[in-house]
């Protein structure tokens, strides 16, 4: 097993330090400052396939200067009263899509925030992320939303803390590749990248922003999307 974590930090040895933070601001609930509006917004925009760097971390920062930072549109409950056409929200994305889930996340968190008695919006991101069973995902209140599938539901857990790993095709193509990590579908790809992470002692969450930052189109700018 020991060669599996040589040849890990051989192939990713250049982004191993910025994956290291970007992993870090998640299990320390410090992803986007810990603001739980920006991390739906951000689980939203990707939940159409946008390129993560060049499109979905410079909208998520338009909308956290447009509208969380002048107090329109900073908390769950002001977020799930919006309609999926309000001005605001297409002039972000035009993209139906991505309103619905965004609006429907956060509907559901803001009743587990009332009906919990939670103090933050980021406490019910986060309380729904330790509490999802990702083995029964399309019959959780999330997972039922549509246009949320598991890559979704699992990318909104890694940013609320919860060290797992998130079936893309760019993460299950790469491990297959490089690190020999082949499943036959999805949920068995997420209980094989946990068995991976502890048999090189690198987080989950890790080893995804790894494969995330190599195979991004930004060259050795890295830091410079830390969010």
Partial sequence: MTGLKGIFEDRFGDVLTVAKESALRCLQGKRWDGNAVLIVVDAALDSVGLHYFNIVVP??????NDYVKTGDISSFNAFSTLSTEDARLREIMNNKR???VAIGISRVLSGIKVRKGLDTDFDAVRYWAEHAMVKDWGNDEIGKINGVGLITFQYLRMQAGIDTSV?????????????????????????????????????????????????????????????
């Fill in 167 to 227: 079936p893309d095709k760019i993460i299950k193509r790469v491990l297959e590749r490089e690190l020999g990590v082949h499943a036959n579908n999805d949920l068995l790809f997420i209980d094989e990248m946990a068995q991976l992470s502890k048999a090189i002692g690198y987080s989950q969450i890790m080893i995804c922003w790894a494969i995330w930052f190599r195979e991004s189109n930004i060259k050795k700018h890295w830091k410079k999307f830390l969010c």
């Fill in 98 to 100: 991505v309103w619905q």
């Fill in 59 to 64: 909208r998520v920062k338009r909308f956290y």
